[in-house]
């Protein structure tokens, strides 16, 4: 089961996160400005913030395999037919489309991690789980960036396609919903009322996204444009630094001789919460409410990461990366004060 729902999860990060390094070859190759090749990448984080409660709703009622098939299955579709169809708006499009499908891993595979794990093993399965993320990242930098750097972008999407058809074969043969406990009379009562414990979680992990997307989002072509490394190479780096972050997950500048290394620290760092966050969304939120619990978190997180690319293409636009990548590290900052702490009650 957790072989299968890390798959899928890599899966699921090419085809959202992953489209972050067609970024190099929109700006260089096909001459976009960043701001506009931002709003491109971002797209499929926009379908994933667009989608994401409503699979959780269907993971909720329907069960996490009908989930994980229905999701993987169309985000494979989206991905093909992106691949074969050449107009920039209809690329656009699908690729948004790819990433509203894939959405539904994020909330299904949680489930079947939690549900079939008891609660002293679960943080570190989730986190094996949640290291899937930055492990398909990594596998997209060196794969996306480079089929797209040497054939453009449309052929890099069959990476995403092969990925999220592998993970729904995987699915199917292996995953089984987990047991959950009888429904009592009436429905579930909804974990958001009486506290705010969930309302900071998510606050939390909404604050904490922004230097993760942004790190993501331009170091490739940071140190394609701004290093002048070849597409090969800073594709490897940063697929590197992606698997230290996995493995993060499981226990800068300009001009500096240290940007370099300070980058891949930041990859590391500003990966290595989520695993925990979702243990504690999925644990307080309870079996019958946990899909829509995650598929509030990851939206609320895919709705700050959507503005990153625009956003932060316009601030390396004016500002320079030193200034972006600095403005951004004020986010976890602010975090730091939403935490909840050991001994302290829910509410607050």
Request: hydrophobic share 60%; charged share 10%.
């Amino acid at each position: 089961m957790l072989a299968a729902s890390t798959l899928a999860q890599a899966a699921s990060a090419i085809a959202t996160n992953g489209m972050a390094f067609l970024l190099p070859a929109l700006h260089g190759r096909d001459h976009l400005s960043l701001a506009t090749a931002g709003v491109v990448v971002a797209t499929p984080t926009v379908g994933v913030m667009l989608t994401l409660v409503a699979w959780g709703w269907m993971a909720d009622h329907r069960g996490e395999r009908v989930t994980l098939l229905t999701g993987l299955s169309l985000a494979t579709v989206f991905s093909v037919l992106a691949a074969l169809l050449g107009n920039l708006v209809v690329f656009s499009l699908l690729i948004g489309l790819a990433g509203g499908a894939a959405a539904a891993v994020n909330s299904a595979s949680g489930r079947v991690v939690v549900g079939w794990f008891p609660p002293e093993r679960r943080g570190l399965a989730m986190g094996i789980r949640q290291m899937a993320q930055p492990v398909g990242v990594g596998i997209a930098a060196i794969s996306v960036a480079v089929v797209a750097d040497h054939h453009g972008v449309h052929a890099a999407l069959w990476v995403p396609a092969i990925g999220c058809g592998l993970a729904a074969l995987l699915v199917a043969a292996l995953v089984v919903d987990p047991p959950r406990p009888a429904r009592k009379t009436g429905t579930a009562p909804n974990p958001y009322r009486g506290d705010r414990y969930l309302a900071r979680i998510h606050g939390v992990s909404v604050l904490l996204v922004v230097p993760q997307f942004v790190v993501w989002t331009f170091a490739l072509v940071w140190l394609e444009q701004g290093r002048h490394w070849e597409a090969a190479a800073a594709g490897a780096l940063v697929a590197v630094a992606q698997v230290f972050g996995a493995l993060g997950r499981i226990a800068a500048g300009r001009g500096w001789w240290a940007a370099v290394p300070l980058v891949v620290i930041a990859t590391v760092l500003t990966v290595a919460d989520n695993g925990l966050a979702f243990t504690a969304v999925a644990e307080r939120a309870g079996a019958f409410w946990s899909g829509r619990a995650l598929g509030l978190q990851n939206t609320a997180q895919f709705l700050a990461s959507s503005f990153v690319p625009p956003l932060g293409g316009l601030a390396v636009t004016h500002l320079g990366y030193s200034w972006t990548f600095a403005l951004a590290a004020a986010f976890p900052a602010v975090a730091i004060g939403l935490v909840p702490v050991r001994g302290e009650r829910a509410v607050s």
